[in-house]
Structures are given as C-alpha cells and as structure tokens.
RNA sequence: GGACGCUUAGCUCAGUUGGUUAGAGCACGGCAUUCACAUUGCCGGGGUCGCAGGUUCAAGUCCUGCAGCGUCCACCA
C-alpha cells in the first residue's frame, strides 16, 4: 500500500484505470445462463453530434445502473452504438460539399454516400471517445451502427416484413414538407412555433351576382391561385343562398365552387374558407369530400409555379407579401392586421414547414392496444410514471408515420418498381431485400427510411435480431433488455415506436397479444426519463446562447466522478435540472473528502485484511464496542438498504443524498472525531480502525457505480482488492447480511446506541453553540457546568467525558445539580452552562434565553390548545396522544429551566 | 383549445400512506489553520409551505376553485 497524497488528482487516477478496466475487459459481457441477464442499450447518439450536458447525464445513469449490476453479479451488458441521423448529416456533408462549390447531384448518390460515409468514419465516434471520459463502462467490442450490413438487413426486413402484413402502404398525401432538407417530415418532427405574421382579409366577388362580395381570411395569400373552392358551414344561415354559386378567384382568376362543409368554425372570421387542397390538411380533406382539383402552385423548394400566375418563380414568403400588393390593387384586401399563429417549423432545418401532397411510404401502427396495456400494466415501467398519461394520449390519437425521405443517406427503402408502369398498382412492385432477377427492367425507389424507421430496432438490432423469429443466444439471453434511459423528449420519437417494434417482430407473427406474449416481446422493463439540463437562469441550452459548458473541460477542471457526483445530485425525478458548476465543485469537494477519510485511515495505523466483510468483522473485538461503533455499523447497514432500493428504484437522489449523508454527518463529522481519541489508546485501536476498514470498504462499494474511479483506486489502496481484482466485481449485498456477518463475531448492533449517540451529538452542539456565541469557539480549556437530566444521562456523559471534552473544547466538566449562573443550553441530557465566572454579558445572554422562552411559550400554547380539546384526545390515536403529552411536559421543562437561568444571571 | 407538471429559506430542491418544534445543499454572517481534508471544520441568522375555500381531532401533505410558471398535444383559416 502506497502513501495517499493530500489531494485527489483525478486526471491520473481516471486514465490509469479507464486503460486498465478496457485491458482486463472488464466491461466485456458475456452471455452466461448462470447469472441474471441485465442489459442496456445506450440511446445511440447522432453521428453529427458532439458530447453535450444531456448526454453526461444520461450516461452516467446507465453507467450507474450497469455498474450495479455488474457488482451484484449479473451479466451485465451495456451496448453502444451510433445513429447515422438521416437528415442532419446529410445536411453537414452537403453543406462542406457547397463549399468545394459542389452539390450532391455532381456526386451521384453512390459517390455521395461514400462520401457522408468517410464523414461519419471521421467523425462517428467522437462521442463515444468522449463517454470513455466519463468512465462509461460499455462493451465496446459489441458497438454498433444503425448502417452496419446487420443492421441494416433487420432494417429492411422490418420493412418487408410490414409490407406483407399490410402495415406499409404508400400513397399521396399532406405530408410536412421541409423546403430547405427537401423532405417530407413525420409529424413528430414538426416543432409547433408561434409566428408573428399577418391576417388578410379580403372579398371574393361572387361570380353569379356580379358587385356581391364573399369575405374571407387568411394568413396565406400567396397559396390563393392553389384555390379550388370557398366553404362554409352547411348551417350558416348568412351563407345559405350561396351554396352551389361560384366566386372568382382574385389571384390566377377563375371560377371556383362556393361549397358547404362541417369541418368550417362559423365563428372564425367570416366564416367562409378559402380552400386550397394541396397546401393545407383541413382544406385537403374538404378536396376530398367535395372531389376539388387539387392546385399545386409551389415547387418543392419553396418557389411557386407556374400555376400561381402573377406569383410565378417568386420564394414563398416573398409571394406573399406581392399577393397582399395585388389584392390591394385590386381592391380586394379589406384589412391586413398584424397576428399570431402557430406555425411548424422542420426540426432540423428550423424553418417554416410547408404542407405538401406528395408519394411517400407509410405505416400503419401495429399492435397499439398491446403497446397501450404494456405500459398501463407495468410491464413495461416509466420512471417517474406520470410519462404514462402522455404515452398513453399519443397512442390513442396515433396517426399513420410518414417514413420515406427524400435523401440518399439512410437505408435505401427496398422496393423496385417495374419500369413505365403504374407504382401504385402493388402488381408493379418488387418489395424484398434481393433486387428482381430481371433488374434492368426495374427501378429501386430512390427514398430512404426515416432514421427512426431504423433505430426503432435499436434493442433487437443490436443483439442480432434480423427478422421475426429469429433468434439467437445474446437475443434470448439479454431480451428484453432491463432498462432504458433517455430524455421525455423523445418518447413518441423513440420509446413508443421500440415498444410497437418488438411486440410486432419479435416471435411470430400474431394478430394479437396475452400478457405473456407481451412480457417476451417488449424491448425493456423499465423506462427512466431524465430531465433536460437548463442552464442556471432555466434557459435551454445551446450553441448560440452559449451557455453549455464545455463537458471534457468539466472532466478536467473537477474530475469525471466530481461531474458525476454533482449531476446526479440535482437530477431530480425526471424534471428539468438547472446546471451550474457549483454543484459540480460539490463533486469535487466530496470525492476530496473521501480520499482524505481514506488517507487518514491509512495514517492512522497499520491496515488490516481488508479482503470481505467478514475478514474486517473478525477484527472488531466486541468488547471493545462502545455505543459510536454500534452507532456507526447502524447507520452503515441502514445505508447499504437506502442505497440498494434507492437504484432498484431510479431514485438517484435518494441514492446520492444518503451516501453524502452518511459519509459526511455520520462518518466524518462524528464518528472519526470521536474515535480519535480511542484510536489513539492501544486496548482499542485495533477494532476502532476495524470499524473504520468496514465503513470505508462498504461506502466505496456502494459509491462505485456513482464514482467509479476514485472508488476503484481507495478500494485498492486500502488493501481491499489485490492485484487484477475490480470493485465492480464485489457486491455490496443488503444490510442484513452485513448485520449477519457482524452477528457472527459477536456484534449484535444496539439500537439504543443510535439515540444515545444522537443525544450526545445534540449535547455537544449545544456546549459549542455556547462557546461559539460567547466568542470562546477556539478556547480548548472552557470550563463547563453540566447539571443532568437523569442518572442515565449522567452516566452517559460521564462515560463519554474523554470524547465530550475534546469535541468541544473543554478543560473540565462539573456535574452540578444546577447549572446557572453563565451562558447556557438545554439539551436532551440536561442543561449544560459555560462558566465565564464573572466576564458574563448578562443583558445579551438575557434576551437570547428570552427569545427562545417567547418560541417556547408559543408552543406550548398550542399543545396545551390542542391537548385540552376533546375531539383531539378522543379520536387521535394512542402514540399520537402520548408524543403530543411528552412535548407539552418536555417543553415545560425546558421553558421552566430557560427561566431558571435567566433568574440566576441576576 | 386540451392534458400533465410545478409553486416550501435569498437560490436550487427534499418532505413516504395526513400525526410530536418543516429539512438539506448552496449563498450569507461569525469563529478557527500543529495533530486526514481550507476542495476543511464549528456556530449562527433566515420559511404564516403561491392565494382562497373545504374535509378532518389534526393539512406542506387530501378535495375544489383561482393565479403565476413550465412542458407536451391540437388541421381554427
């Protein structure tokens, strides 16, 4: 064992056993049937993306769960991978390639895609070199891409798969079309933003009753020449008569149909619509109903046609404001009122969406009732579990998923369509993972899959699941995976979809589902949401406010278990976490602190054998045993269930919090300091140190999965792992065990000892307070009056004096039957006074006492309120009753003691 | 427009099924540096638990309403 430095360096200690742990394969899982499955697949990151707060977060608490498990000796797998996130880097490839004054269609798709794909090899695995930082304990020999051939067969059999059982069709539809991507979007990429634009309102001059105008409103005028009706509601009494008549449309003129539809609100503006069907939902639906032309006037990025007329060649936003001009000459425009909507925007591109008709593939959902019950029942359980209601309401409004894009980066979707025939005759198609034999008489789709088409397979993918019933042993061993951690964000993106995913695929085909069909086919037990990291006004994070720290600069500057100690402790149940460094320097300062706890240990005597339990347990002579080690073992034990339900729980603070509890108020500040004085006597040094050993051993254990190296490299320091042994492969177990192997050298833990402790503590923050209010705080040789309680509190101070006097700074103690006269508190053992012999400020000392008898009084008012009130002590409860008396008579007391101190200051 | 969540100390948050004087960390003020740790320790001040009702012997905790904030969902042009 080596001298323990002064400080934790933390750069060292990290790269030291990061390198050691991947040499040993420490995080190499394997399927053993002799150990509980437990498994993690990490949400993949984009392949454009670079490590941000969110993804420490994230990737801590699936360290945290995998570590855990590892120490409780399940085979345990944690499997990384990336996303090839169709869009996004599609978007960045081009966008270098602009620079070279170059577009894709110079490239072609296949030299393109080799290009995206060097790219992506360049830059793919930042983020995962990053996580290494972190301490991220995955198996990084298992990584896998969302492009592997693998992967991407079970990609494309997925989508044969659902093409034969009827769940993929394709068609023309309102898709969400982004201009700038040139893309159709699934809903669930469409970002809702309020908009600051304007509402036209105009007339449209009646064609049979020629000087008659009908007023309409919009915020789209330059969609006008895509006009193909006007609607009103059936019931509009002011529009009745018109029905059936024509208007003329003011921009592009003709004739068009002035028809009746419920789907009109007669109370919005006039009440009357202009209907264009081929850029708007509603008024494509109308088209429908009502077999409207539909009037494309757009081309697909974003610049209108040749149908708008007058508007033709002009971008979209630039067309509407020359439409409102057009309309004023006319004298059409009645008004245009500034006015606030809410418009899409394309999630990646951030710009408006435009509604567009246009052949795209779709799905139908699969097995929504199951998905619905899987949840509903627990099967598969949300952390925290109000995220059920909102998976549960999109599931119940679901809407057919857009999956095919208009990109060349993705999974190209397999589907041949015989050449110069019609596509949308099935007898035309070719839909299979093998071209047609016949390939020169065919053409393969030019459309990918949505990215989210392929990572909804993340979890059966990644164990090499291909097709329905395919199996194999890491899918049987590892599926359903335990949990899964991931951001709220992305619960209809991701979650919801994995869920329809695996109970659709995995297994057999089956129309519908039991409950144990359910339980085999989901993808994970348990869902943990993690809270969006703000910064510390609340604001998102982001590039260009600036405001995200830099996470490698974190890892330097406090230590990647600091960083890990300080997230968690503010990662609330799934809500937002507001960041801010002072709690990483937290971190820091209490992964110093153990180091230190542990340094002094080491100073402190000769180590022991530290291999188990109960090899530190056989060096506790329990008779040495006073009422701190009972104490002490009490609270470790209590810690070790705190700790362990907490993680089966997701609840990290809890987990945090009573680790920082124990090690901090227990450990450090009581029971070091009183042992000190113990250690130091050689009858009991041994089991004191022993004690200290135990303590040490089982907090580092439990601290592994929080802190893995600082805790890997004290466990070894202080002799409790040898040579080519890890933490993570020693169980901290539960507390009962640890109370067993304690029984078993005769330690039966005294619970009586925790409250005689806790009475001790509180004894001696009130001798401090009082030397600390009279300014004698540094005074080691204060001289104290203690008049007791009781004969046992008496006897406990006695036997403790040793302890007492150091902890507090005293040179003597007086048992005296009243203790007057000075500067005094009342405390469970009795009142203790300083004695100042003279030198007392009286009058300050007087109203300090005065306020407290003022608190005092007041309290006392109300128990006595309360307990003279019959219909309180004839229904509450016995205990309830007793406490409320013992408060009363206890409050008395020490009221009555407060006045008797003050009488005596004179 | 609908749903969900939040509102407790200056700040960020804990507060199990209602039950004995509402807690922590940070920040703030005072004191301390021979004896593990100043990335430390000790002590202290600081809250009518968003507002208004209700249920109950008893409400931070349950119910209703209101207000403010946040998030998600939604085809009012």
């Not at 199951?370 to 949840?375: G, I, Q, S």
């Not at 627990?378 to 857009?402: S, T």
């Not at 999965?705 to 202080?718: A, K, M, R, V």
């Not at 009130?766 to 009056?785: E, F, H, P, V, W």
């Amino acid at each position: 064992m080596s001298e323990i430095p002064k400080t934790y360096d933390p750069a060292s200690v990290e790269t030291k056993w990061y390198d050691r742990w991947l040499a040993s394969g420490c995080f190499k899982a394997a399927v053993d049937t002799s150990k509980e499955p437990f498994a993690i697949m990490i949400p993949p990151p984009n392949v454009t993306g670079v490590l941000h707060m969110g993804h420490l977060l994230n990737n801590t608490i699936q360290d945290i769960l995998i570590r855990r498990a590892r120490q409780e000796g399940k085979s345990a797998l944690w499997l990384p991978g990336t996303d090839h996130a169709g869009i996004a880097t599609q978007t960045r490839v081009e966008r270098e390639l602009r620079k070279t004054g170059k577009t894709r269609h110079d490239l072609g798709r296949e030299k393109f895609n080799e290009v995206a794909a060097e790219w992506r090899d360049k830059h793919g695995d930042i983020i995962l070199n990053q996580l290494q930082k972190l301490g991220a304990s995955c198996d990084w020999s298992r990584k896998v891409h969302t492009l592997d051939a693998g992967y991407s067969k079970a990609v494309l059999q997925t989508f044969v798969t659902l093409y034969e059982r009827g769940y993929i069709f394709r068609g023309k539809r309102m898709v969400n079309w982004c201009p700038v991507s040139l893309t159709g979007l699934s809903d669930e990429e469409v970002i809702m933003k309020p908009s600051k634009g304007f509402m036209y309102r105009m007339r449209y001059e009646i064609v049979e009753r020629p000087g008659e105008y009908i007023e309409i409103s919009t915020t789209r005028p330059e969609t006008i020449p895509g006009d193909a009706a006007v609607a009103v509601h059936p019931d509009d009494e002011r529009y009745k008569h018109l029905i059936g008549l024509h208007v003329r449309r003011p921009i592009a003129p003709a004739n068009i149909p002035i028809v009746a539809d419920r789907a009109v609100e007669k109370d919005f503006g006039s009440g009357a619509l202009k209907v264009t069907p081929a850029h708007d939902r509603t008024d494509f639906d109308i088209g429908q109903r009502h077999k409207l032309p539909q009037i494309d006037v757009m081309r697909p990025d974003g610049v209108m046609n040749d149908l708008a007329g007058p508007l033709a060649g002009i971008e979209r936003f630039k067309a509407r404001a020359k439409a409102a001009e057009l309309l004023k000459e006319s004298g059409n425009l009645l008004e245009a009122k500034p006015y606030e909507n809410n418009v899409g925007f394309s999630e990646r591109a951030d710009v408006p969406i435009e509604p567009r008709l246009s052949e795209q593939w779709f799905v139908k959902y699969p097995k929504v009732p199951e998905a619905l019950r899987a949840v509903e029942s627990g099967m598969v359980k949300f952390h925290p579990e109000r995220w059920n209601k909102v998976y549960a309401h999109w599931l119940n409004n679901i809407q057919d998923w857009c999956i095919s894009r208009q990109l060349w980066w993705g999974h190209r979707i397999p589907v041949w369509y015989r050449k110069n025939a019609d596509r949308n005759d099935p007898a035309n198609r070719h839909v299979s993972l093998e071209a047609p034999a016949d390939v020169e008489n065919w053409i393969q789709e030019d459309d990918v899959l949505d990215t989210w088409a392929s990572s909804w397979l993340w979890c059966l993918g990644t164990l090499g699941w291909d097709k329905p019933g395919s199996t194999n042993p890491e899918l049987k061993f590892w599926y359903p995976t335990s949990a899964l951690a991931t951001g709220p964000d992305i619960i209809f993106l991701w979650v919801a979809r994995m869920i329809i995913a695996g109970l659709e695929l995995h297994g057999e085909e089956k129309k519908t589902l039991t409950d144990d069909e359910i339980r085999a086919r989901i993808p994970f037990k348990n869902v943990y949401f993690n809270g969006i990291i703000r910064d510390a006004q609340g604001r998102k994070m982001s590039k260009s406010l600036g405001n995200s720290p830099e996470p490698l600069d974190l890892i330097a500057k406090f230590g990647a278990d600091g960083l890990r100690f300080g997230l968690l402790s503010i990662a609330p149940k799934g809500a937002d976490i507001l960041f801010s460094e002072d709690r990483v320097e937290q971190g820091r300062n209490f992964c110093n602190k153990l180091w230190n706890a542990a340094r002094f240990r080491q100073m402190s005597g000769p180590a022991g054998d530290c291999s188990s339990d109960a090899a530190i347990a056989a060096r506790i002579n329990p008779a040495q045993c006073d009422a701190d080690d009972h104490a002490i073992l009490g609270r470790l034990v209590e810690t070790v269930d705190t700790v362990g339900n907490a993680l089966a729980e997701f609840d990290f603070v809890t987990y945090t919090s009573s680790l920082f509890e124990f090690f901090r108020t227990d450990y450090c500040d009581w029971y070091l300091e009183v042992s000190k004085s113990r250690q130091q006597d050689p009858a009991s040094r041994d089991t004191v140190l022993a004690v200290q050993d135990l303590c040490l051993r089982k907090l580092l254990q439990l601290m592994h999965p929080l802190t893995p190296f600082i805790s890997e490299e004290l466990f070894h320091l202080l002799g409790c792992a040898g040579e080519g042994e890890y933490i993570q492969n020693s169980n901290p177990g539960e507390g009962e065990a640890l109370a067993g192997v304690l029984a078993k050298v005769g330690i039966a833990l005294d619970p009586a000892a925790v409250a005689a402790t806790a009475a001790l503590r509180e004894f001696v923050s009130g001798a401090r307070a009082i030397k600390s209010q009279n300014n004698q705080a540094t005074k080691r040789d204060s001289k104290l009056k203690f008049a007791a309680r009781d004969e046992a509190s008496r006897t406990l101070v006695e036997s403790n004096l040793e302890k007492i006097k150091k902890l507090v700074g005293a040179a003597e103690v007086a048992f005296v039957t009243e203790a007057s006269g000075g500067p005094a508190a009342v405390t469970p053992l009795g009142t203790v006074a300083l004695d100042l012999t003279g030198s007392v400020d009286a009058a300050a000392e007087k109203a300090r006492l005065s306020k407290e008898i003022e608190k005092l009084d007041k309290l006392i008012a109300s128990s006595e309120a309360k307990l003279s009130n019959e219909a309180f002590t004839s229904k509450a409860p016995p205990h309830i009753l007793e406490g409320a008396r013992n408060q009363l008579a206890e409050t008395k007391a020490k009221r009555d003691e407060f006045a008797r101190i003050i009488a005596s200051l004179g």
